[in-house]
Antibody, heavy 117, light 108 residues
Framework: QVQLQESGPGLVKPSETLSLTCSVS????????WSWIRQPPGKGLEWIGY???????KYNPSLKSRVTISVDTSKKQFSLKLSSVTAADTAVYYC???????????WGQGTLVTVSS | EIVLTQSPGTLSLSPGERATLSCRAS???????LAWYQQKPGQAPRLLIY???SRATGIPDRFSGSGSGTDFTLTISRLEPEDFAVYYC?????????FGQGTKVEIK
């Protein structure tokens, strides 16, 4: 299993863009689909979207207009950008991996992002 | 979008008891692409079951999954102290991938 580590600002102002990066170790970035998942405090899990190493993406329709996921294979990293954030976007953001039609078998530890002025 | 509804919301049991958690889908889940995760406070979810009934690597055999179509069950045969946590089901056969709202298994 790969190891994943999220990084990025813990505080973002309303209307700005949330940016996070996930660093991959212990495996090939070309072998997996790379997802972002979030969890508001005290609530359930929401899949945001995934990217394959080739750059192909799929997003949750509920967030599609505001989400961009990108990959940098040379750095073994993938990134999330979520624009026009509001307080409703406050959550723990996880990066996770899956192989094709499979569940999320590796997860990062998660990073709390708070949207507040 | 496939909506997953878990029941009960909270299960209050004692160590050694059997736990039965339910997950019902709003439409049939493709090829039984249904997984169960365990989440403890401050931790990421951990994969327990995939393909509705296959245990992930390192998962004790007291955890078992069953079901197909729209009705799925996670059973913990005898609860250990470390099993008290929140459990989520997830379908990964259709996009968007969706999770149930969770069942909390708490100590009675």
């Amino acid at each position: 299993q790969v190891q994943l580590q999220e990084s990025g600002p813990g505080l973002v102002k309303p209307s700005e863009t949330l940016s996070l990066t996930c660093s991959v170790s212990g495996g090939s970035i070309s072998s997996y689909y790379w997802s972002w998942i979030r969890q508001p405090p005290g609530k359930g899990l929401e899949w945001i979207g995934y990217i394959f190493y080739s750059g192909s993406t799929k997003y949750n329709p509920s967030l599609k207009s505001r989400v961009t996921i990108s990959v940098d294979t040379s750095k073994k990293q993938f990134s999330l950008k979520l624009s026009s954030v509001t307080a409703a976007d406050t959550a723990v953001y996880y990066c996770a991996s899956q192989r094709g039609d499979s569940p999320f078998d590796s997860w990062g530890q998660g990073t709390l992002v708070t949207v507040s002025s | 979008e496939i909506v997953l509804t878990q029941s009960p919301g909270t299960l209050s049991l004692s160590p050694g008891e059997r736990a039965t958690l339910s997950c019902r889908a709003s439409q049939s889940v493709s090829s039984s692409y249904l997984a169960w995760y365990q989440q403890k406070p401050g931790q990421a979810p951990r994969l327990l079951i995939y393909g509705a009934s296959s245990r992930a690597t390192g998962i004790p055999d007291r955890f078992s999954g069953s079901g197909s179509g729209t009705d799925f069950t996670l059973t913990i045969s005898r609860l250990e102290p470390e099993d008290f946590a929140v459990y989520y089901c997830q379908q990964y056969g259709n996009s968007p991938k969706t999770f149930g709202q969770g069942t909390k298994v708490e100590i009675k």
